[in-house]
């Protein structure tokens, strides 16, 4: 893609923070609490795909819902298109729902399984509460069907007669159906087989073009967030610990995590993947209750120091847009 | 590497009589293993790669399901000779031949601490007592890096995470001292650093134990990372078998060269558009004849409506494709 101008971004996002209460007891005391978001900063421009890699409770869904409002933040901002939108009320948020859609992991469980494909659109379609005429949905319904590349004989299904790429589909043109200018996209193809991931992210890159929009794409896959993605945001334990243009995950990455989640991904280039280096990581991830002090990720560390155990390294810049959160990126990248 | 054949499976068939229908699940399926070696069987989901090692262990449910023909040779034997219920299979699934699924946490029984499974299993296969059957039951989590190995002994299944699970199982398969570990799709319920963990565990027990390993899996990169030999399975049969060099270096069946493709790689240009094999793999039940990939291959020929493609030798290595191409064309 050519090098455009820069833009404002239509997403900023500073110092976000979501931290889901632990209750016990009848009385459902609070406990504790669960940062599943630490204090995370990023921006997207429009028509640009941010990918957000991750192992699994790492915060990504999380990420996604609280942009999205589903959850509301424990602190920071979410500057959409310039307004903040993270403390909005819920009347406040409604003219901004259809511009920021959701496709989910898993169409099955998102779809009503006692919808059809119509039924599903139709209810999408009209949740601008505008007047829509009989002859106007059946014709934004094929428009929509269309655009995913379904047949038209599809509206009459119901999620359980579609496999699960055609219900993918479904689920895309739900999210079309509101004219969306942002979509969180949650693992859409880590569900499918191979051949189906394939045609669902050619589908997405293609409607990316054809209607400008614009992407977070969450996933754990760093092969596919790697083809999609223009940035990439790498999440440790709630936080952003490398954020990078998309080419540098597998040419210049700095951060011991991303270096040791790149290598734990094969690739099928045998020649390569003969000679390559395997970090194997020690241990699991801990979880996000009891996280350790200081960086999240030195109790796995090979590099880690005292300094570590303390404080959380500030995500800095490198150059070419490139940012880190290490401590030892001199040892790191010697 | 020693050639010797620790496993051989010639010419199995098992099919399930459903209410619409038999489902050739595995349909004339013949491959083999060397010892000290690890070999991959690959292929889209649905197309018989489960009930081909299921049915190596005779685990197969019937009904619906039936193993209906063919060999499976293990230490002089076929194992088809035995019945599934009897004593030699119940011998073979824990101390000859272990199997690691997809989901770990339904092998193990909730009900029961993993010390109390372990030393179960460890009894039934050696003679010794509880003591030292506990004995060999923490030296096994020890040699697959479970910390704290007493301690977890104590532990329920759910006390733990599916990673730590997964390598109790392969704690189960040292314990026992298993010639054979045959791994369902071991990784792909967990993340990456994980399944490098849990496959860079399977890989040390070929150095260690001489172990030797069938890896079932949808993931091309854990293929070319493992694997010395894979077989590519599509609508219950192996289309392509090979040296994983031969085969990803140089594939030859459109399906093989489609599913490497279809997947984006690191080493890439980002912008190479993917090429996804178009439509989804076929129902295994009232096959039309000839081969079953062609409604979605992107070179027919005539030959290809009505007659079966057989296994062939391509090239002066092991490289076994079943598909009319020719040579030219495929290369192409
Ligand atoms: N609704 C919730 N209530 C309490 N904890 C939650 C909730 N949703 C997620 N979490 C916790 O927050 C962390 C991040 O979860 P999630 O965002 O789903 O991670 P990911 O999508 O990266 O796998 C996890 O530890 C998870 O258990
Ligand atoms: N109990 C069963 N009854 C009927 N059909 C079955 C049963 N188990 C598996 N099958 C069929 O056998 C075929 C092969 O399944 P499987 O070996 O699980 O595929 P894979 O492991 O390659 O994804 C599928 O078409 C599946 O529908
Ligand atoms: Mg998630
Ligand atoms: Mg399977």
């Known amino acids: ?334 | 590497m020693e050639q010797r054949r620790v496993l051989e499976v010639k010419n199995l068939k098992t099919s399930f009589f459903t209410p619409t229908g038999e489902v050739k699940a595995v349909d004339d399926v013949s491959y083999h293993l060397h010892e000290q070696e690890i070999i991959a069987i690959v292929g889209e989901s649905g197309c018989g790669k489960s009930v081909t090692q299921m049915s190596v262990l005779q685990l197969i449910q019937s009904p619906p399901g039936k193993i209906l023909g063919g060999q499976i040779l293990f230490e002089g034997k076929n194992l088809l000779d035995y019945a599934p219920k009897s004593q030699e299979m119940r011998r073979i699934r824990g101390a000859g031949i272990a199997m690691i699924f997809q989901e770990p946490m339904t092998s193990l029984n909730p009900v029961y601490t993993i010390g109390e499974q372990l030393t179960e299993v460890i009894r039934t296969h050696t003679k010794c007592s509880r003591k030292d059957a506990w004995q060999i039951g923490v030296a096994a989590l020890e040699a697959v890096g479970i910390p704290d190995a007493q301690e977890r002994m104590r532990n329920y299944p759910f006390q733990m995470s599916g990673g730590m699970v997964q390598r109790v199982l392969t704690a189960t398969a040292i314990a026992c001292r298993s010639k054979i570990i045959i791994a369902d799709e071991p990784t792909t319920a967990l993340d990456v650093t994980t399944q490098a963990q849990v496959m860079e565990l399977l890989l040390s027990l070929v150095e260690k134990y001489k172990t030797s390993i069938i890896v079932v899996t949808h993931n091309l990169g854990l293929v070319t990372r493992y694997s010395h030999r894979v077989y590519v399975m599509y609508a219950g049969k192996i289309i392509e078998a090979g040296a994983t060099e031969d085969i990803l270096m140089h594939p030859w069946h459109p399906y093989t060269r489609g599913l490497l493709e279809c997947v984006p790689n690191l080493t890439e240009d980002k912008e190479r558009e993917l090429v996804p094999i178009q439509g989804a793999p076929p129902r295994l039940q009232n096959l039309p004849p000839g081969c079953a990939f062609k409604p979605r291959c992107t070179c027919v020929s005539g030959l290809c409506r009505d007659e079966f493609p057989t296994l062939r030798r391509i090239g002066p290595n092991e490289h076994w494709v079943a598909c009319h191409l020719d040579a030219e064309v495929s290369q192409a």
């Open chain 1, 1 to 334: 893609m050519s090098k455009s101008i820069p833009s404002q971004p239509i997403l900023q996002v500073e110092n976000l923070k979501i931290y889901f209460p632990i209750r016990r007891g009848f009385w459902g005391k609070q406990v504790g609490e669960v940062k599943a978001v630490d204090d995370i900063s990023f921006a997207i421009e429009k028509g640009k795909t941010l990918g957000l890699v991750g192992e699994s409770g790492c915060g990504k869904t999380t990420t996604g819902k609280g942009i999205l409002r589903v959850y509301q933040p424990t602190s920071g901002r979410i500057y959409y298109k310039g307004t903040d939108i993270a403390e909005m009320s819920k009347a406040q948020i409604r003219p901004f729902r259809r511009q920021l859609q959701l496709i989910f992991q898993d169409p099955y469980g998102s779809l009503d399984p006692r919808q059809s494909v119509q039924a599903i659109l139709t209810e999408a379609i009209t949740t601008d509460r505008q007047r829509h005429s009989a002859a106007q949905i059946k014709a934004r319904i094929e428009e929509l069907l269309q655009a995913v590349e379904l047949d038209l004989s599809m509206s009459d299904r119901y999620p359980h007669e579609m496999s699960g790429g055609q219900r993918q589909r479904v689920g895309i043109a739900r999210a079309l159906a509101c004219d969306p200018e942002l979509i969180v996209c949650d693992e859409p193809v880590s569900a499918l087989d191979v051949s189906i991931q394939a045609q669902i992210i050619n589908l997405l890159k293609k409607l990316q073009h054809s209607r400008g929009l614009t992407y977070l794409f969450v996933a754990h896959d760093l092969t596919v967030v790697y083809h999609i993605a223009d940035v990439i945001a790498v999440m440790y334990l709630g936080k952003i610990v490398e954020l990078m243009d998309a080419k540098d995950i597998y040419a210049n990455p700095l951060h011991p995590y991303t270096k040791a989640l790149l290598s734990a991904v094969p690739i099928t280039d045998y020649a390569v993947e003969r000679q390559r280096k395997r970090i194997i990581l020690k241990g699991e991830v801990p979880s996000p209750i009891n996280a350790p002090a200081g960086c999240p990720f030195h109790p796995r560390c090979r590099f880690a120091t005292e300094t570590c155990q303390q404080a959380m390294p500030k995500l800095t810049a490198v150059g070419g847009g490139h940012q880190v959160a290490c401590h030892n990126l001199k040892q790191v990248t010697d």
